[in-house]
């Protein structure tokens, strides 16, 4: 059987106020009040500050500068080198330098040679420059050796057929033969002063050559040593 509506309980208010409120106002007073607890406290300006100036610094380290690789992945160690960069942010080896080639024909050996002048002149065409053992050099045809070749037997020609084209034809002859003579001996003395001054050249390039195997020798045996203390390079 239904109980009578003044026996029935009034339902109890939420989150009730003080007597004398409304209905609903001790929600509204207990809500503002729970907001206002939960509230979160204000920072102090230095510390936003320091926040600012960490993010303003953020972009400038992730971004590469020029010379530095790239940041590797997240879930690299640390002190890893990723890209080929160096723990501390240098590039890494990448390369080695070599040198350029160098023409030997550039190349000149400080030296002392001061030939005669006699046989520079022997050596020289008259009427042009003289000639530089340095710098002049032969083909490998003009080195090549010349045969020796035997002389024709001499015709004896009568008197009376020794007339005008005869002495003519034997003047010309003549003069080829001592141009031809004229310029195998000026071959013969040029290379016979270049061959002084290679000779001279040769011997302080063996010098040259024996200095650097020694220290050849010596960069290697420290080289070894260190293989030997830190490992291979």
Same mark, same amino acid.
């Given at each position: 059987?239904?109980?009578?509506? +003044?026996?029935?309980?009034?339902?109890?208010?939420?989150?009730?106020?003080?007597?004398?409120?409304?209905?609903?106002?001790?929600?509204?007073?207990?809500?503002?009040? &729970?907001?206002?607890?939960?509230?979160?406290?204000?920072?102090?300006?230095?510390?936003?500050?320091?926040?600012?100036?960490?993010?303003?610094?953020?972009?400038?380290?992730?971004?590469?500068? !020029?010379?530095?690789?790239?940041?590797? !992945?997240?879930?690299?160690?640390?002190?890893?080198?990723?890209?080929?960069?160096?723990?501390?942010?240098?590039?890494?080896?990448?390369?080695?330098?070599?040198?350029?080639?160098?023409? !030997?024909?550039?190349?000149?050996?400080?030296?002392?040679?001061?030939?005669?002048?006699?046989?520079?002149?022997? +050596?020289?065409?008259?009427?042009?420059?003289?000639?530089?053992?340095?710098?002049?050099?032969?083909?490998?045809?003009?080195?090549?050796?010349? !045969?020796?070749?035997?002389? %024709?037997?001499?015709?004896?020609?009568?008197?009376?057929?020794?007339?005008?084209?005869?002495?003519?034809?034997?003047?010309?002859?003549?003069?080829?033969?001592?141009?031809?003579?004229?310029?195998?001996? &000026?071959?013969?003395?040029?290379? #016979?002063?270049?061959? %002084?001054? &290679?000779?001279?050249?040769?011997?302080?390039?063996?010098?040259?050559?024996?200095?650097?195997?020694?220290?050849? #020798?010596?960069?290697?045996?420290?080289?070894?040593?260190?293989? %030997?203390?830190?490992?291979?390079?």
């Amino acid at each position: 059987m239904a109980r009578p509506v +003044s026996d029935r309980t009034p339902a109890p208010l939420l989150l009730g106020g003080p007597v004398g409120t409304p209905p609903g106002g001790g929600a509204l007073l207990g809500l503002r009040s &729970l907001l206002q607890g939960t509230s979160k406290p204000k920072e102090p300006a230095s510390c936003l500050l320091k926040e600012k100036e960490r993010k303003a610094a953020l972009p400038a380290a992730t971004t590469p500068g !020029p010379g530095l690789e790239t940041a590797g !992945p997240a879930d690299a160690p640390a002190g890893a080198v990723v890209g080929g960069g160096s723990p501390r942010g240098r590039p890494g080896l990448t390369s080695r330098d070599t040198p350029s080639p160098v023409d !030997p024909d550039t190349v000149e050996v400080l030296m002392t040679f001061e030939p005669d002048p006699a046989d520079l002149a022997l +050596s020289s065409i008259p009427g042009h420059e003289t000639f530089d053992p340095r710098r002049h050099r032969f083909s490998e045809e003009e080195l090549k050796p010349q !045969p020796i070749m035997k002389k %024709a037997r001499k015709i004896q020609v009568p008197e009376e057929q020794k007339d005008e084209k005869y002495w003519s034809r034997r003047y010309k002859n003549n003069e080829a033969a001592k141009r031809s003579r004229d310029a195998r001996r &000026l071959k013969e003395n040029q290379i #016979s002063v270049r061959a %002084a001054f &290679l000779e001279k050249e040769n011997a302080l390039l063996r010098q040259e050559v024996v200095a650097v195997r020694q220290e050849l #020798s010596h960069y290697r045996a420290v080289l070894s040593r260190y293989q %030997a203390q830190h490992g291979a390079l």
